[in-house]
């Protein structure tokens, strides 16, 4: 069934596969833009990844502005003041994000500071306050989870107020996503999984939540159908290049659905767990994701069922009679979960992922006010997260 | 045809409509605040002196609200100040098909024609403040479309809604 309405919005231009990070001096030139700032983290330095998009300059006629690698694990609003001041003063003309979703988040705080022309970022927060034209952006994610490259959406934390605060705006996205094999070659097996069952999570809600529309479904089927084939492949034998650049295109064409879509319920009770128990988002997703399902069974049992072909095979799909398709969808993700624990320990319960029982409360009074609650189909009252957190502990 | 410098008509009707729900809407939810539990339980965590609007983009209906003396209170804002929390329907037109209940407000936020400035958290109390009332403000064949799940109308329920209706309507409380 269509929707009444929506709206989808794509604009990043995504470069994708072999050297694809040779291509980036172009795409900078392309913008008028010649003095980038890198914006990245340690973990990515000392893994070599700087390294290697280093030596993508060579030979170009651009000035690296900058090279910041200080962003801490959570993007923060100190980093990104102090980022932004670098920027000025050594006369950068545009931004580069290298890693996971914090160097991305940061960037995009840098972007506002920058093109806003302020020094107070909190006056952007909420939907669509950013009324500038912004710094050329690219970004090049080194995980295959977030999706940061195609969403709309910073959450920059507060530390002074210790608030998170969100920016959405379709002037956050990046001009250019780089999805090159070699910045995830390297990641290791229980971030590969927890970060691929992020991205799955991201399709499955995009696919069920209340924004679904149809250019969202085509990016969401399409992931999922990549994550199938692929995340186990990946996490058993991190080199599969193939694999691990499948596993790039899903987290992005994931990413490309839920930006448009918004995510569910399973995101608003990982969340919580984040915030209440610093739980691997990731690992939150993994968890929560088939008990979460089962709940919305009653209302979303024909669209899980519809989503089994893309995460199994045709002839699975067929051989199960129509009712049971939802059901063995859940199964099936289930499994991927226990193949995941076994292949590299990653949690399959709340209670190996750090989550204690006295903290069940707070997770869901957290969650009821988490803004992905609201495209969940199914009214979630506090009971139920609790009975969710209860199953899934 | 090349005419020059068309000026838009107005949307009397709609705006006329939307005007009188937002009004209904505030006086049903000053009237809530002082005895339905859950909205106070929502209200709980706004400190005294907390407002919030919701406003028509561009040029209204407006409502406007802030916690006085523990309840929710109508209120209209001084040019220039701004609320803590404040909610924008795009058009005109989606505020009216959400006051005459062909849409809820978890539709209008999925199909984006709704923007939020402030705390999530704090539009997600908001928004549920909004359900509980609209529940007591219609009947339930029409909530089965604005409501992902229609409340039960108990005794008590039934004679809040009386509650709301009668003195609620008039001074809202
Ligand atoms: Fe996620």
Known sequence: MLPKYYEFQNPVKINAGQDALETIPYELKQMNASRPIIITDKGITNAGLLKTVLNAFDDSELTIGIIFDETPPDSSLSTVNRIAELYRKNKCDSIIALGGGSPMDTAKGVNILISENTDDIRKFMGADRLKSKMQPFIAIPTTSGTGSEVTLVAVIYDEANQVKMPFTSARLLPDVAI??????????PRITAATGMDALTHAIEAYTCLQKNPMSDAYATAAIKLVGENLLKVVKDGSNKEARFAMANASTMAGIAFSNSMVGAV????HACGAVAHIHHGNAMAILLPYVMEFNMDMLGNLYGELLLFLTDADTYTTIEADKRAGKFIETIKEMNKKLNELCKMPIKLYDAGLKKEQFEQVATTALNDGAMLPNPKELSKKDVLEI????? | MIQTNYRPGHKLIQRSVVKAGFLALGRGIE???HFEKSVQEEIKNWQEGFSFTMNVLPFGPKLAMRKKNGVLKMISL????????TVEIKNLTTAFRMITTQMGAHHVFAQNKIGVSGNIADSMRFIRIVYTVEAYLFPKILNKNILKKSPKMDIKKRFNRWHIYTRGMLFGN
């Open chain 1, 179 to 188: 999805l090159d094999p070699r910045m995830t070659i390297g990641l290791p």
């Open chain 2, 78 to 85: 001084k040019k220039g100040e701004t609320a803590d929390l």
């Open chain 1, 267 to 270: 995101h608003a009770i990982g």
């Open chain 2, 31 to 33: 009237s809530a605040s």
């Open chain 1, 389 to 393: 957190l209860e199953r899934a502990f």
